[in-house]
């Protein structure tokens, strides 16, 4: 499988044997791949941007943003003022989002080099520490952009409609519930999660 995480083959493997519907999806899809995009502070930026709109709306005001800040670096983000990057089309809000992000990097309170050491929560605990990014966010990142291969992000929506649909008649789970069905799925949560997105939208989604 192109660019695959390393785990991923086992992954599906121990899935499909444990689960039918984990086996009935991953046969579905057989040329899923968790892409990513590589460089952490892009992809959080990204996400940034995105919040809260459509996926169009934030490729057309990332385009914007990218020509403004030439480019997407901590260091040319910080020397730019809110007021410079709200006239792409971002919110007053996101901008300062994006310039307190382009602070932590600049400044060592987030060092990339450092989460390989880290586990997930650690990692997450030191993401959610900028504003503007919340766990659901944080969460996204492990996925999309480190791609740890147990993340099971309960407050996602998309995931939420797909185990509704799959295991639970349609009903929408609590997040406990939730919590607790995704039990069955570890270590390999986020593969899981993945093609369940997958049942509800083929294409792949990439952050």
């Known amino acids: 499988m192109k660019h695959a995480p390393a785990y991923w083959s086992t992954a599906c493997a121990e899935l499909a044997a444990a689960d039918p519907v984990m086996a009935a ?74 310039i307190d992000l382009a602070g932590h990097f600049a400044d060592g309170r987030i060092v990339p080099a450092r989460w390989k050491k880290m586990d997930d929560e650690a990692v997450i605990a030191e993401l959610v520490d900028v504003r503007g990014i919340g766990r659901w966010t944080a969460e996204m990142f492990l996925i999309f952009n480190l791609r740890r291969p147990d993340v099971w992000p309960v407050d996602d929506v998309g995931l939420q409609k797909a185990v509704a649909r799959h295991y639970l008649d349609g009903v929408r789970p609590t997040p406990k519930s939730l919590r607790q069905l995704g039990e069955r799925h570890a270590p390999w949560r986020t593969v899981a999660t993945w093609y369940l997105w997958r049942s509800l939208d083929p294409g792949v989604v990439q952050y």
């Open 25 to 98: 999806l991953i046969a579905a899809y057989p040329d899923c791949v968790l892409g990513t995009r590589g460089d952490p502070f892009e992809t959080l930026a990204r996400a940034i941007v995105g919040q809260q709109i459509s996926v169009k709306a934030a490729d057309s005001i990332w385009a914007r943003f990218t020509a403004t800040v030439d480019a997407v670096t901590p260091q040319r983000l910080a020397s730019h003022d809110p007021q410079t990057l709200a006239a792409c089309g971002l919110s007053r809000r996101k901008a300062e989002y994006l």
